[in-house]
């Protein structure tokens, strides 16, 4: 099925791409990969009189570590965080989600920012955005404004962002010491949506945990941070059967829904057992 007809934009600056999404409103829809967007154009389900290309704004085209943290720009594509070497030495867990988005194809041409802004409930990107504090850099002709992740998304395909706004880049905060995690996922298939997201970071100082993070996808109707099961692990030294309680509390902060890739009750079991496998696979690299 064909989009219904569109007038396109391709802005080469930033400054451009925000003076047409002052004049154009809501008729526009920014376009980065595309890997969202264009199958609900075909759908009918999104019909934007304008498209906004702004593949061409090459500013937004960046991986930044530095010492406030990771920075990711907006046409930062997931292959970029998938081959990066400091993000696979500094940050694993979103290291580990790069590299499980749906398929080598959608990582070649979509982008972080792009599946945060299409805040699809079953997105890899939302729960680690929630579990490790991320924050989005907002600018529109009005000015600039930084939201948490954890206040960005409204409900499924729904944020924050006013027509005017463009997202440039997300930010994931520094924090002192090194840090363990990883994102574990259950798809039916490659390329698959997840069935059930689980990411998991955390810091150690002192043999204890100093910070902790968990984010769910796919087990509500938005994004999970599992703020009840991070607090257990607070100031806690990591064992195995602290491991299995956290777990029991991430399952029980779930709320899934039955559907075709499996009950509530297989989904929170899923929860318990990827979110112990996670800090189990922590205490193995802590102890190596």
Same mark, same amino acid.
């Given at each position: 099925m064909?989009?219904p007809?569109f007038?396109?934009a391709?802005?080469?600056?930033?400054q451009?791409?925000l003076?047409?999404l002052?004049?154009r409103?809501?008729e526009a829809?920014v376009?980065?990969?595309?890997?969202?967007l264009?199958p609900?154009?075909?759908?009918?389900?999104?019909?934007?009189?304008w498209l906004?290309?702004?593949?061409?704004?090459?500013?937004?085209?960046?991986?930044?570590?530095?010492?406030?943290?990771?920075?990711?720009?907006?046409l930062?594509?997931?292959?970029?965080?998938?081959?990066?070497?400091?993000?696979?030495?500094?940050?694993?867990?979103?290291a580990?989600?790069?590299?499980?988005?749906?398929?080598?194809?959608?990582?070649?041409?979509?982008?972080?920012?792009?599946s #945060?802004?299409?805040?699809?409930?079953?997105? !890899?990107?939302? /729960?680690?955005? $929630? *579990?490790?504090? =991320?924050?989005?850099?907002?600018?529109?002709?009005?000015?600039h404004?930084?939201?948490?992740?954890?206040?960005f998304?409204?409900?499924?395909?729904?944020?924050?962002?006013?027509?005017?706004?463009?997202?440039?880049?997300?930010?994931?905060?520094?924090v002192?010491?090194r840090?363990?995690g990883?994102y574990?996922?259950l798809?039916?298939k490659?390329?698959?949506?997840?069935?059930?997201?689980?990411?998991?970071?955390?810091?150690?100082?002192?043999?204890?945990v100093?910070r902790?993070?968990?984010g769910?996808?796919?087990?509500g109707?938005?994004?999970?941070?599992?703020?009840?099961?991070?607090? #257990?692990?607070l100031?806690?030294?990591?064992? !195995?059967?602290? /491991?299995?309680? $956290? *777990?029991?509390? =991430?399952?029980?902060?779930?709320?899934?829904?039955?559907?075709h890739?499996?009950?509530a009750h297989?989904?929170?079991?899923?929860?318990r057992?990827?979110?112990?496998?996670?800090?189990?696979?922590?205490?193995?690299?802590?102890?190596?």
């Amino acid at each position: 099925m064909y989009p219904p007809r569109f007038d396109y934009a391709v802005p080469t600056t930033l400054q451009e791409a925000l003076d047409i999404l002052s004049r154009r409103g809501d008729e526009a829809k920014v376009l980065a990969g595309g890997q969202s967007l264009i199958p609900l154009m075909k759908l009918r389900f999104a019909q934007p009189a304008w498209l906004l290309d702004i593949n061409r704004v090459t500013e937004l085209e960046f991986v930044r570590d530095g010492p406030d943290g990771l920075s990711v720009g907006a046409l930062a594509r997931h292959r970029h965080l998938e081959r990066s070497e400091a993000v696979r030495a500094r940050y694993p867990t979103v290291a580990a989600c790069a590299s499980q988005v749906a398929d080598p194809l959608v990582r070649n041409l979509g982008t972080l920012v792009g599946s #945060l802004c299409h805040a699809d409930p079953q997105g !890899d990107w939302g /729960a680690v955005a $929630v *579990a490790m504090d =991320a924050q989005l850099m907002i600018r529109s002709l009005r000015g600039h404004r930084i939201v948490p992740a954890t206040e960005f998304f409204l409900g499924p395909l729904t944020t924050v962002l006013q027509p005017d706004e463009l997202v440039t880049e997300a930010r994931f905060p520094a924090v002192p010491g090194r840090m363990f995690g990883t994102y574990l996922k259950l798809e039916r298939k490659v390329g698959d949506f997840a069935t059930v997201g689980v990411a998991v970071f955390l810091t150690l100082s002192d043999g204890r945990v100093a910070r902790a993070g968990i984010g769910l996808t796919a087990v509500g109707p938005m994004y999970v941070k599992a703020r009840g099961a991070e607090s #257990l692990l607070l100031g806690q030294a990591l064992t !195995d059967e602290l /491991a299995a309680e $956290v *777990a029991r509390k =991430a399952a029980e902060e779930a709320d899934p829904a039955s559907d075709h890739r499996g009950s509530a009750h297989y989904k929170r079991q899923v929860v318990r057992v990827f979110v112990q496998r996670a800090l189990r696979h922590a205490m193995v690299i802590k102890a190596a």
